[in-house]
């Protein structure tokens, strides 16, 4: 499949791929003009950790607007702010596309974040999520999507999306488009696992005294459990010892029983 014309429908695939969406006034008509074909994803940081949707939909004093399609907050918010061509990419290559003209050619992400602080899980979820409905929705793979640093290193020294594994990011897409999602919880979820994770560690290796009357022994859950298991051995084969001492028993006894019954 070969995409011809704008995305309009970009705020609908993000939301069926569970991300949370706020379409900026006036999205459907922004843009420098109407897309050729969409090839795929190029990915970029802000170069801010606070930098505001009005920005990329209005642009800079040095360069108008917009400039990508889609603002990408830190909680995983994506506001869609154009649904034309965005001077997002500037010159490069990458195979596949046009030299120096992915601008025609492919839908921008602006990440809001300096590139070197890291990816909270909700905004990389979401980052992962967004790459992924756009190209399920154009029929192509995670290999459509790129980093503007991979497009415009060489030619322009860009290194966004920063601190972002490119190979890593396409495998988690990937993976999002074959149904399993990457893991990703939020900073809450991971106290709360934290904490859980710190009880059953204590209960495993807490030293439980003993409910015997007059016991002075302690040991670990799984020690009692493992102590359990081999009294429980050792009453079977005490058991069987008696089952064999009776049988002897029996047999000795039952000539005499004989001898007196006749």
Known sequence: MTWSGDPVWLADVLREEGVPVVEFPDWRDRGHGNFGNVWGVICHHTGGSNTPPSEIAHGLPTLEGPLSQIHLAKDGTATVVAVGVAWHAGRGSWPGLPEDNANYHTIGIEAANNGTEGWSPAQYDAYVRCCAAIVRRLGYDADRVIGHKEWAGPKQGKWDPGALDMNRFRADIADRLKGTEPVALSDMEQRELLDKLRRVHFELTYGFQSRVAD????????????????????????????????????????????????
Do not use: C, H, I
């Open 215 to 262: 016991s002075e022994y302690r040991d670990t859950l799984a020690g009692y459990v493992l102590n359990s298991d081999a009294a429980d051995f050792r009453t079977e084969q005490r058991m069987r010892a008696l089952e064999v001492k009776l049988d002897q028993v029996l047999d000795a006894l039952a000539p005499a029983e004989k001898k007196a019954g006749q």
